[in-house]
Structures are given as C-alpha cells and as structure tokens.
C-alpha cells in the first residue's frame, strides 16, 4: 500500500491526515527499519507492507468506535507501537499508554515519541497483569493487536479498563477464541457488543475486530502471573 493508496483508504474510513501526521508516520516508518537492524520489532519493513499491515491494520479499530470522543487509551502488549502509537499520531486528542514487558521495545517507543515530539503518551514497561492491579478503572479503552489468546487478554485489559468503557482486540480469525472466552466474559462481567469481520485491501487477508463493554468490576482479577499460567480462564 503505497502512501496515495493508504490516503485513499483512509478516506473511506473518514480520516483525513494533515501533512504533519503523514510526515510523522514516515518518520515513524524510517526509524522501525533503522532499529530493526538491530533489535527485533517486526519481521515486516518493506515500505508498502508496513503501511496496509501495521499503519492501516492499526487504524481499522475506529470500524467499532469514535476515537475521538475517546479520553484515555492503553494499549496492551504494544510491541513496536501497533496500535497505540499510530492511534496517537492520527487521533492526537488521545492520552496513550503503550505497554509492553520487553524494555528494549520501550526504548524504542519513546525515541520515536521524542523524535516525533509527540505529546500527552507514555510507555511503560510492565507485564500488563502486574501493571492492572494498580491501574484499575483508569483508561477509556483498552486495547490488544494479535498479542495473546482472547480469554488471558480479557483478564488483563478488564481491570484497568473503566467501568462502561471498552476493551477492543485486533486479531486474524477469532471464532475459535470466542468460544473458549465464553467463561472469561462471564466471570469478568463484559458483554460483546460489536464484531467487524473485513479483509485488508490489496492482500484480502482476514481481519476480526471485536469490542466488549465492561459493565462491572470483578476485583478477584487479575490474578497473578503464576496463576494465569497454571489454570487460565
């Protein structure tokens, strides 16, 4: 996807992007490649393929909800920034918490938050089920991009997400993943409330976003790690 296409497809979703904010997705675009010589963020660099893949993919979310009445977003397991920090660049309105357990990764995070003076982010470099005991009820919405299993990802984003706000996971196909998540919803007190089902442009490839609302707080969750692991939900 070249960056006239990736304009063009935007368009259809209803965003506009200033010079500016194309500006910093290619500066955004240049220092993944530069650091991915030496760390490893993604196994994607060719120039059109970050753009459909990470840059648009990342973007799909607004299919679900209007990011712009939106205050606080955390995205969880953020990796190299997808989707939290393409969010922040298209949506500058939010307040972005990206976290991630490797510090290499937020070490990258915040040189390109530097480089594109980006401002009202941070990254954080936690385990999300760690970070969630003493973050509860603090963002809007949270987030997740083809990170863990459906039903792990609800235990850790529900606590910190508010109550009657949102949890919202990016993945390829999900079906299987909601049915075994059928227990997780139960016991953390959320409903699913939206399902996009589309194919990305140009390669056609599956794309599921799914959107759960959290209608009360179960402060029995998270547990920790060592549980997770041993008897998951």
Known sequence: MNQNRFI???????????????????KY???????????NLTGITEHDEVYLKHFYDSITIIKTIDL?????????????????????????????????????????LN?????????????????AEEYATLNRNKFDVTTSRAVAHLSNLLEYAIPMTKENGYFIALKGNLDEELNEASNAI??????????????LPIEDSNRTIVKFKKNKDNKKYPRKYSEIKKNRL
């Open 8 to 26: 063009e497809e935007l368009n259809k979703l209803g965003i506009n992007l200033s010079d500016t904010q194309l500006n910093q997705l290619d």
């Open 29 to 39: 675009y240049c220092l993944l490649v530069e650091y991915n010589k030496v760390m």
């Open 111 to 127: 040189t390109v938050i530097k480089e594109l003076n980006l401002q009202n982010i941070e990254a954080i470099h936690a385990r």
């Open 68 to 108: 712009k009445s939106i205050n606080t977003l955390c995205d969880i397991g953020t990796g190299a920034g997808f989707p939290g920090l393409v969010l922040k660049i298209v949506f500058p309105n939010l307040a972005v918490t990206l976290l991630d357990s490797l510090n290499k990764r937020i070490n990258f």
């Open 186 to 199: 139960k016991l953390l007190n959320v409903e699913l409330t939206d399902k996009q089902e589309f194919k």
